[in-house]
C-alpha cells in the first residue's frame, strides 16, 4: 500500500492553462504539506493543512489555491501557469510534532511550455 | 529566522570512502534535526533524526550527532557503497504558530559513488 500518493506523476501543459495535481495519504496523519523542488533540487514549504484548516501559507502568488476535502487529500489547483511554476512538487503527510517525519509523495513533475 | 547550511555539491566517491556531508543551523531554542535522503526519480525520506542536543541518529551505516554548541548536525558514513548515491538533505523543525511545525532545508548535497 502506497502511504502518500500523488496524481499524476508527470504534466506537461502550455502558459496559461489551469491544472490540479492530487495527493492522499492512508496513514491517519492530520498535518499535510505541498512543497516545490526547483531544478537545483532546493526545497521549499507552500502550504501546509491541519485537519483540512490551512496553518502554513508562505508566499506563494495567489494563483496556487490548496484544497482539502478530508484530512487524507490535499489538492493543489494553479491558474493560469507561467513557465517558473514548472518544478516538481511535492507532497508529504506527518503526525505532527516537531520531532515527527514528513512522509513524501513521489512527486509530480510539472513542465510548462 | 531558522535556516539551514550543508557543503555544497556535488560530491563523488569511490566505494568504502569515508563520507561526511557538513550541516549547520540557526534557529531559536532547540530544534529537532533531520537527514532526509532522496533517490533518483523519488521523493524523500528520512534517513535519521535528533530531537536534543547530544543525541545521535543512526540509520543504514550513516550517524549524525546533534551539536548545539557548533549548531551543528553532520553526516557521516564509514564505507559509502554505489547504493548511497542521492541527493542528502539536513534540515530542522520549528514551531510555526500553535502546534504547527514546519521543516525548514538545506539546499541539498549530491553524492555520487562510484565503483
Known amino acids: 500500500d502506497t502511504a502518500v500518493s500523488q496524481t499524476p506523476k508527470y504534466l506537461v501543459t502550455q502558459m496559461g492553462n489551469d491544472k490540479s495535481i492530487k495527493c492522499e495519504q492512508n496513514l491517519g496523519h492530520d498535518t499535510m504539506y505541498w512543497y516545490k523542488q526547483d531544478s537545483k533540487k532546493f526545497l521549499k514549504i507552500m502550504f501546509s493543512y491541519n485537519n483540512k484548516e490551512l496553518i502554513i501559507n508562505e508566499t506563494v502568488p495567489n494563483r496556487f489555491s490548496p484544497k482539502s476535502p478530508d484530512k487524507a487529500h490535499l489538492n493543489l489547483h494553479i491558474n493560469s501557469l507561467e513557465l517558473g511554476d514548472s518544478a516538481v512538487y511535492f507532497c508529504a503527510s506527518s503526525p505532527g510534532g516537531s520531532w515527527s517525519e514528513q512522509y513524501f509523495g513521489p512527486g509530480t513533475r510539472l513542465t510548462v511550455t | 529566522g531558522n535556516s539551514v547550511t550543508q557543503m555544497e555539491g556535488p560530491v563523488t566517491l569511490s566505494e568504502e570512502a569515508f563520507l561526511t556531508i557538513n550541516c549547520t543551523y540557526t534557529?531559536?531554542?532547540?530544534?529537532?534535526l533531520f537527514w532526509y535522503v532522496q533517490y533518483p526519480g523519488e521523493g524523500l525520506q528520512l534517513l535519521l533524526k535528533?530531537?536534543?542536543?547530544?543525541d545521535k541518529g543512526s540509520n543504514k551505516g550513516f550517524e549524525a550527532t546533534y551539536r548545539k554548541e557548533t549548531t551543528s548536525f553532520h553526516l557521516e558514513k564509514g564505507s559509502v557503497q554505489v547504493s548511497d548515491s542521492a541527493v542528502y538533505f539536513c534540515?530542522?523543525?520549528?514551531?510555526?504558530?500553535?502546534?504547527?511545525?514546519?521543516?525548514?532545508f538545506g539546499k541539498g548535497t549530491l553524492l555520487t559513488v562510484n565503483p
Open positions: 535528533a530531537t536534543k542536543a547530544d
Open positions: 534557529a531559536t531554542g532547540y530544534p529537532s
Open positions: 534540515a530542522l523543525s520549528r514551531n510555526s504558530g500553535g502546534s504547527n511545525y514546519k521543516l525548514t
